[in-house]
């Protein structure tokens, strides 16, 4: 394998990685933010025993699955991209051939 193309190669593999591994870190902090809990501080002259506003649950669920479904997938493609860029894997063929042996 010539020098120049191994480089190449080895660039390309870093930087799928790092794509992954930001994507995942966005949807992580996304996430993070989203699953603050609101607070209700009530007002002077409203009770503090009275029940806090409510908020639309179908909308913070699908926010939710969402950014789930996001993180689960940018830690996934990190572990897959991680191990390519570790085995030198850069073709599905590749891939095939380091899992049989």
Same mark, same amino acid.
């Given at each position: 394998?010539?020098?120049?193309?191994?480089?190449?190669? #080895?660039?390309?593999?870093?930087?799928?990685?790092?794509? =992954?591994?930001?994507? %995942?870190?966005?949807?992580?902090?996304? !996430?993070?933010?989203?699953?603050?809990?609101?607070?209700?501080?009530?007002?002077?002259?409203?009770?503090?025993?009275?029940?806090?506003? #409510?908020?639309?649950?179908?909308?913070?669920?699908?926010? =939710?699955?969402?950014? %789930?479904?996001?993180?689960?997938?940018? !830690?996934?493609?990190?572990?897959?991209?991680?191990?390519?860029?570790?085995?030198?894997?850069?073709?599905?063929?590749?891939?095939?051939?380091?899992?049989?042996?």
């Amino acid at each position: 394998m010539e020098p120049v193309r191994y480089k190449e190669r #080895r660039k390309q593999q870093m930087v799928r990685f790092f794509s =992954a591994t930001a994507i %995942t870190l966005l949807f992580t902090r996304l !996430l993070m933010k989203r699953l603050q809990v609101p607070r209700y501080e009530p007002g002077m002259f409203q009770l503090n025993h009275k029940v806090p506003p #409510r908020t639309d649950m179908k909308n913070d669920i699908m926010k =939710a699955g969402i950014l %789930t479904t996001g993180m689960v997938g940018g !830690l996934f493609s990190m572990g897959l991209y991680g191990y390519c860029w570790t085995k030198n894997i850069s073709t599905i063929r590749d891939f095939r051939g380091n899992l049989n042996g």
